[in-house]
């Protein structure tokens, strides 16, 4: 029989179809990806290029001159960096001026590089990119909210080959995460605790769902995992920021987030996957309720009418079965 | 500049990113929509083929016998039909044994019409039987809430070509509802007057964005459209529930939804879309802050780690031109 979770995190359930679940392998599609040179002359982030994006931000410099990894404005971005925040109130109406900051962090210098595949150390000078942008945006009075995303492959939303990253600061607060405090707050109001503490208190003493773990960060399918092989990673240490983070830390989240990807690269084949960093601003790090993590979602499905309509989320993997076959992926020596 | 506007009934932000706007003809891709024949011998849909679904629960009959429209249950539900709605709690963790409703509304015996190509006498039949198993659906008292909803090609997922809706109760209240009954629930509490009322007339008043009106409908793009050619189509008459229309009402609401449907049609060089219908049960029509209706997202644009990670959307159409242009396409006489 099909299960209807509570996911205490978004305070709202998730249908575990289990009528409807397919074998986890069966989720490992092959994508046509198309077999890309180290070096692309028209790509906008391959060396060389570097005055085809608009003026850098930030880069991690390479030992032997050039760079390992940089963040440039994005050309497209959503928001202008340009102004100040204004809001209109007409009659019933209100908006604002689309005023942000939107950066493109550019992985690596090699085209055909896959984020699964980057070095560990390389990782961890991306992730410190990441924490550098964040707390530079926040810097930033304009700027209310700053979201960190990856996009990989077309299901997820991107064309382009490149290993990239993007991070948007906004000068409002998204509906979400104010849907999300508000659970939060509830939750430490009621019971006088961290609700992403607890979550991950009773992964790890389930231990079914978890995927990968070291001294700083516990990766798993959480219970009322939204999607197949669905993955949150979360700091063990309280912080509701991730700007907050040590260099120690960014070193142990680069394991955890490489050991995530390569598993799934593995066993699915290297999918089409989105990933968000969620926190709050680097003054808000002691906030009690509120603890910053990582959220992957593989696309490997699709949502239609139903997840329009409701919000709520039919998944067709058993989250402890798609986390088992994830610990499962045989990896390479 | 783009503009960041706030949408009233989901209470959330949406970015207007003029900047990364394409001009709306630019959206009508070609689709790879194979050629169907009118019959379709391993169809479970086609007539003739009645024994391949579950037992039919409602069929509106042909007059020279067989059926126009049918509804049977989904062969693959996500909920399961028998059993009791038994919740659990497992310390921290709570779920609810997955049972529900999951019919399929099979909308004409023809394989390869398109549901914006029906007869509107017909459409009128296939929102009639929404009507009515809204109404069963809801006589079930396990059922908290029930979704209608359409997924029209693939990108809005479905690979059945055979025109058919999906009608699904749940034994519990999505969370994006609630979400929206709060939002509605503080208006009429601040206001003490329908957000969605007042939406419309805003909408009727501003006139910049409809699409099509009638005594009884109107159909436009939101003020702050979650994505190019979002359309709402709202009552004019106030009800919570799409169960106490009457019949002169469901004639007029074929009206209004062939319209949209033709435009979109003929426009965008048929898209793949969803629509859903929200509402509340036939014992809320009376509530004063709901208001049913139904949402209609083409799937033009894909949604990436921007709008997982922030729950807004990022609009590259302006609703204004959105309109005008499904306004003026050009209709076959």
Same mark, same amino acid.
């Given at each position: 029989?099909?299960?209807?979770?509570?996911?205490?995190?978004?305070?709202?359930?998730?249908? #575990? +179809?289990?009528?409807?679940?397919?074998?986890?392998?069966?989720?490992?599609?092959?994508?046509?990806?198309?077999?890309?040179?180290?070096?692309?002359?028209?790509?906008?982030?391959?060396?060389?290029?570097?005055?085809?994006?608009? %003026?850098?931000?930030?880069?991690?410099?390479?030992?032997?001159?050039?760079?390992?990894?940089?963040?440039?404005?994005?050309?497209?971005?959503?928001?202008? %960096?340009?102004?100040?925040?204004?809001?209109?109130?007409?009659?019933?109406?209100?908006?604002?001026?689309?005023?942000?900051?939107?950066?493109?962090?550019?992985?690596?210098?090699?085209?055909?590089? *896959?984020?699964?595949?980057?070095?560990?150390?390389? !990782?961890?000078?991306? =992730?410190?990119?990441?924490?550098?942008?964040?707390?530079?945006?926040?810097? /930033?009075?304009?700027?209310?909210?700053? #979201?960190?995303?990856?996009?990989?492959?077309?299901?997820?939303?991107?064309?382009?080959?490149?290993?990239?990253?993007?991070?948007?600061?906004?000068?409002?607060?998204?509906?979400?995460?104010?849907?999300?405090?508000?659970?939060?707050?509830?939750?430490?109001?009621?019971?006088?605790?961290? =609700?992403?503490?607890?979550?991950?208190?009773?992964?790890?003493?389930?231990?079914?769902?978890?995927?990968?773990?070291? +001294?700083?960060?516990?990766?798993?399918?959480?219970?009322?995992?939204?999607?197949?092989?669905?993955?949150? #990673?979360?700091?063990?240490?309280?912080?509701?920021?991730?700007?907050?983070?040590?260099?120690?830390?960014?070193?142990?989240?680069?394991?955890?987030?490489?050991?995530?990807?390569?598993?799934?690269?593995?066993?699915?084949?290297?999918? /089409?996957? *989105?990933?968000?960093?969620?926190?709050?601003?680097?003054?808000?790090?002691?906030?009690?309720?509120?603890?910053?993590? @990582?959220? =992957?979602?593989?696309?490997?499905?699709?949502? +239609?009418?139903?997840? @329009?309509?409701?919000?709520?989320?039919? *998944?067709?993997? @058993?989250?402890?079965?798609?986390?088992?076959?994830?610990?499962?992926?045989? !990896?390479?020596?």
């Amino acid at each position: 029989m099909p299960e209807i979770r509570s996911n205490a995190v978004t305070g709202d359930w998730v249908i #575990i +179809a289990t009528e409807r679940a397919r074998r986890p392998e069966e989720f490992a599609e092959k994508k046509r990806r198309p077999a890309l040179p180290a070096f692309a002359p028209e790509c906008p982030f391959c060396p060389g290029n570097e005055d085809k994006t608009p %003026a850098e931000r930030f880069r991690v410099p390479a030992a032997g001159g050039g760079w390992l990894v940089r963040s440039v404005p994005n050309r497209y971005a959503a928001l202008t %960096a340009e102004g100040n925040v204004e809001r209109h109130m007409e009659g019933f109406r209100s908006f604002l001026s689309g005023v942000g900051l939107h950066e493109v962090i550019v992985e690596t210098p090699a085209h055909n590089l *896959n984020t699964a595949l980057l070095p560990i150390a390389h !990782l961890e000078q991306v =992730l410190g990119a990441y924490r550098h942008r964040l707390r530079a945006f926040y810097e /930033d009075p304009r700027i209310e909210h700053v #979201i960190i995303f990856k996009n990989h492959g077309e299901a997820a939303g991107t064309s382009l080959h490149h290993p990239h990253s993007q991070i948007v600061g906004m000068p409002v607060l998204p509906g979400q995460l104010r849907a999300r405090l508000e659970e939060a707050v509830r939750h430490w109001g009621d019971r006088g605790e961290c =609700l992403y503490c607890r979550s991950l208190q009773e992964e790890l003493h389930d231990g079914t769902r978890m995927i990968a773990e070291n +001294a700083s960060f516990a990766a798993f399918v959480p219970y009322a995992a939204l999607s197949p092989f669905h993955v949150w #990673i979360f700091p063990k240490r309280h912080s509701a920021c991730f700007g907050d983070v040590s260099d120690s830390e960014v070193s142990d989240f680069a394991l955890v987030v490489h050991e995530v990807l390569f598993r799934l690269h593995v066993a699915l084949e290297d999918p /089409d996957y *989105n990933y968000v960093i969620r926190s709050l601003s680097p003054q808000e790090c002691a906030v009690k309720y509120f603890h910053w993590y @990582l959220s =992957l979602i593989p696309r490997v499905t699709r949502t +239609a009418g139903f997840e @329009l309509g409701t919000g709520m989320f039919i *998944n067709v993997a @058993l989250p402890e079965r798609s986390a088992e076959f994830l610990r499962g992926a045989i !990896l390479p020596d």
